[in-house]
């Protein structure tokens, strides 16, 4: 479907994205997760045709865009600060694609009354941009990407901009939009959380290059590096140094106990953090930190000793330059 | 075009000043030259300070005030957008000594008028065209300065304000400083028109009586147009655009700065 | 009732209250004085224009300085001189300046050039006119352009160009190029998306850039001073300008020049206001 072979961008000497392949099928939701700067915007950008890639090909449904004009790709772009033409109404914005292709317009003002009512817009289509919420126009912009049905969205970080409650219902919301139209979906992020309940599949990148391309469960249960394995979940995978190995063990795999037990080392409690569903319990043993999530009303006093053990069939092992080790 | 209109006459100008080295020589012995160019920077800096301070003290009154400052603001800039012939016609009318509505009010109000000669007076003319350079442009000063205080964010004032600041400590400590690109940036650019003032000299008073308010642009037009020795104008344009690439070097750098 | 001391002490801070206002009206009143007299002079007879004392108000108004000027006089042909000049000059460099600007402000340039290009324009913006004036002079002489309207239009489009190119510049590139892209996947062309997105975001910048090229084309006098100097071609600062250098100074009718010449400038002012601080200061402060 959109199919991705050996891209490089350069900027100057730097390479932004470095051969870069990937391919998502029909109605995939693929996301591209990374910490600004990895590259991901600007593999969205060169799918836009915004960018020109140095190197490789990108080819939609079959046919090579590699080189086409961004209006003559049928993809459709969600920016993360919306981007919604300041000086039309919000009908005239989620319009505006079709009346560049000189629909007539009773049928742009039925789809326009459509599109905004699955959004939740029809009250707002006389305003202007800068009269509506950030939730409002967000969902503006997404109207106006989807109401011309095209082969491919683009996103993003389309909910970066928004406050923490409204991105949760936001999400959830573009999921089953996404559901919906079944139209395949590049989404880029920093935020692992999203990029947990959205995708499909994740692509996690580093410096220009892809790090694991995987479903959200197999890039969570076994990250191919140590980069991957601290980027996808929160509280962060303990990574710990230990003859020559590196092992890493998720929080939730960390079983702390007030009295010495078998297997166990001793630490002391540096922090707990009450979360209410669960606590965050920081135990400190001397040369790191190791975090362990804890059921909710577990209680430790700070400075007091206790012991903590992995459960032995969740430990992860990476070599020194940080790459798994097979089972 | 724009090659044609900024390079083009400057290669131009260098041959043809170029072309009798008397032209440059001369410079250094003319008496009128050295006259209009202390007259010019005397003229810039008078008027500069003067401004500055009558600019930043209107600045920090308009912004001050609670209402009407969107009035008093327009109505202050109205000089500095008029034609510059129109305002020197205007004061023309004013200073007038026998017929000007200057000497005439302050006959009215009971002063002895006979000796205040204003621009006639071989004394007292460039502290009038001073003076009306003073009331053209300090809107300008004005102008510039109460947007950069406008410009200046709230928070430190108010964070100046809690740590136990008096008003002219304030003023001092934080509105100054972060006052001073746009006072740099507007005193260059003023400076850079004041050095090439032509205009309101030309209809107040044409560089006279005698030579009392000859400056450098007038002396070079003079040169060029009454005298028609256009190599040794092209020789003191040199002059003076060389004063003015200095300071508009220091204009750039404030400007990047900002 | 008897005022106690609080009272007296909220009666004083009223009053202080209101030194601001004092001052702030005396400097309108100075600001103003001068051309209220010109206005004043255009509307009086002759035989009270100078009367001692001065009248400041309840003179007999007559209209017969303006008829005088613009009617019988050659004060009309200034007029329109300038109405000619301006318009056309301020096209033309919009005309040009527009692309190159957009062009600055969207494609990349290397980092250096784009320094020096931006130190170029404002140079030429600062170089003081006489300088100029002579090459100019003798250049147009040449071409045989002296004294013609259509030589101070090429001069003075070269004039504002540098301006144009640089606010408007600035202002393209305070539209987000996001909206642009946007545009683009929409489905515009490049050129379809300035047109139809970028230019009517812009459209006040480029409104108050034209205004500026306009006032600066109307007030100028220097250029329109040397290289027009036969009545055909003389624009009204020159016109009045020439009047005052006369032995025997008509005031009333020049006056009345003046009026008309400033009414102009004042209403594009008040048009551009928004926008006066960042054309004056060329962009650096952003009013």
Not at chain 2, 186 to 202: E, G, W
Not at chain 3, 6 to 11: T, V
Not at chain 3, 69 to 78: D, K, W
């Amino acid at each position: 479907m959109l199919e991705i072979t050996g891209i490089t961008k350069r900027f100057g000497a730097r390479e932004a994205v470095s051969a870069v392949s990937l391919s998502a099928c029909a109605g995939e939701f693929v996301v591209l997760l990374g910490p600004s700067g990895c590259g991901n915007t600007t593999l969205m950008r060169m799918i836009a045709g915004l960018e020109t890639p140095d190197e490789g090909t990108i080819r939609l449904c079959g046919e090579d865009i590699t080189r086409r004009d961004p209006r003559e790709r049928d993809i459709a772009m969600v920016f993360q600060n919306y981007a919604l033409y300041p000086h039309m109404t919000i009908a005239q914005n989620i319009g505006y694609p079709l009346r560049v292709r000189k629909r007539p317009a009773a049928e742009i003002e039925a789809e326009v009354k459509k599109v905004a009512a699955r959004l939740g817009l029809s009250g707002l289509l006389a305003n202007l941009p800068r009269q509506l919420s950030g939730g409002e126009r967000q969902r503006a912009a997404l109207a106006r990407a989807i109401i011309r049905r095209p082969k491919a969205f683009l996103m993003d970080e389309p909910l970066s901009n928004l406050d923490a409650r409204l991105r949760v219902e936001m999400r959830a919301e573009l999921k089953h939009l996404q559901h919906e139209l079944k139209i395949v979906t590049i989404y880029v992020t920093h935020d692992q959380a999203e990029a947990m309940t959205l995708a499909h599949r994740i692509a996690v990148m580093r410096d220009g290059k892809i790090q694991q391309f995987d479903t959200p469960a197999n890039v969570y249960q076994r990250p191919l590096n140590t980069f991957v394995a601290q980027f996808v979940g929160s509280p962060s995978m303990n990574l710990i140094q230990r003859d020559g190995v590196i092992l890493g063990v998720r929080p939730e795999d960390v079983q702390l106990s007030a009295s010495a037990q078998a297997g166990a080392s001793p630490g002391r409690i540096y922090v707990t953090e009450e979360m209410g569903n669960e606590t965050i319990v920081v135990v400190s043993d001397g040369s790191s930190q190791i975090t362990a999530r804890c059921p909710a009303g577990a209680r430790f006093e700070f400075d007091s000793t206790v012991w903590y053990r992995f459960k032995p069939d969740k430990v992860h092992r990476f070599d020194s330059s940080g790459a798994r080790i097979p089972d | 075009m724009l090659l044609a209109l900024s390079i083009y006459p400057l290669i131009y100008s260098v041959k043809l000043a170029a072309a009798d080295r008397r032209n440059f020589t001369r410079l250094f012995t003319d008496r009128l030259f050295l006259t209009a160019s202390i007259q010019t920077i005397w003229l810039t800096l008078s008027a500069l300070s003067i401004e500055f301070l009558l600019g930043l003290a209107l600045a920090l009154l308009i912004d001050s005030l609670a209402r009407g400052r969107m009035f008093f603001r327009t109505a202050l800039l109205i000089p500095m957008l008029l034609p510059p012939v129109v305002a020197a016609v205007a004061w023309r009318l004013i200073y007038n000594p026998q017929f000007g509505v200057l000497n005439g009010t302050l006959r009215r109000l009971g002063f002895h008028t006979a000796d205040l000669t204003w621009t006639s007076g071989e004394s007292s003319a460039l502290a009038s065209v001073i003076l009306v350079d003073v009331w053209e442009w300090t809107p300008f000063l004005f102008l510039l300065l109460s947007a950069g205080l406008q410009a200046i964010p709230p928070e430190p004032l108010e964070a100046a304000r809690v740590d136990g600041a008096g008003a002219w400590r304030i003023f001092r400590d934080v509105t100054l400083p972060l006052l001073k690109p746009t006072i740099v940036l507007a005193l260059l650019l003023r400076t850079m028109d004041l050095v090439r003032i032509f205009d309101q000299i030309f209809i107040l008073t044409q560089g006279g009586p005698g030579t009392a308010t000859e400056t450098v642009s007038l002396y070079i037009y003079r040169t060029a147009f009454r005298f028609s020795n256009f190599g040794y104008a092209a020789a003191m344009s040199f002059v003076l655009l060389a004063a003015t690439l200095l300071f508009s070097r220091g204009l750039l750098r404030a400007m990047r700065a900002r | 009732m008897k005022r106690t001391r609080a009272g007296w002490y909220e009666a004083a801070r009223k009053a202080a209250a209101l030194v601001p206002y004092l001052a702030a009206v005396a400097a309108v009143f100075i600001a103003l004085a001068p051309v209220y007299w010109l206005l004043t002079i255009s509307l009086k007879r002759e035989v009270d224009q100078f009367a001692y004392p001065p009248q400041w108000i309840g003179f007999t108004a007559t209209l017969e300085h303006y008829r005088d000027a613009f009617a019988g006089g050659s004060f009309a042909a200034y007029f329109e001189n300038s109405v000619l000049l301006a318009a056309i000059s301020t096209l033309a460099a919009l005309a040009i300046g527009v692309p190159a600007a957009y062009g600055l402000a969207r494609f990349e340039w290397p980092r250096q050039w784009d320094h020096r290009i931006g130190d170029w324009i404002l140079s030429t913006r600062m170089l003081p006119p006489i300088v100029t004036i002579v090459p100019l002079f003798l250049m147009l002489r040449q071409a045989r352009l002296l004294n013609s309207l259509t030589g101070l239009a090429i001069v003075y489009t070269g004039f504002n160009l540098p301006f144009v190119v640089w606010m408007m510049r600035g202002f393209f590139e305070e539209v987000p190029k996001e909206i642009e892209e946007a545009a683009m996947l929409d489905g515009e062309s490049r050129a379809g998306a300035l047109l139809r997105i970028v230019l009517p975001l812009v459209r006040p910048g480029l409104a108050a850039t034209a205004v500026f090229c306009l006032v600066v084309a109307w007030n100028e006098f220097l250029f329109a001073l040397i290289l027009t100097q036969t009545e055909a071609a003389m624009t009204l600062p020159v016109g009045i300008a020439s009047r005052v250098t006369q032995y025997e100074i008509k005031w009333g009718a020049m006056s009345a020049a003046g009026v008309v010449a400033m009414i102009p400038v004042l209403v594009f002012a008040a048009a551009a206001q928004k926008y006066l601080v960042r054309g004056l200061s060329l962009g650096a402060v952003k009013g």
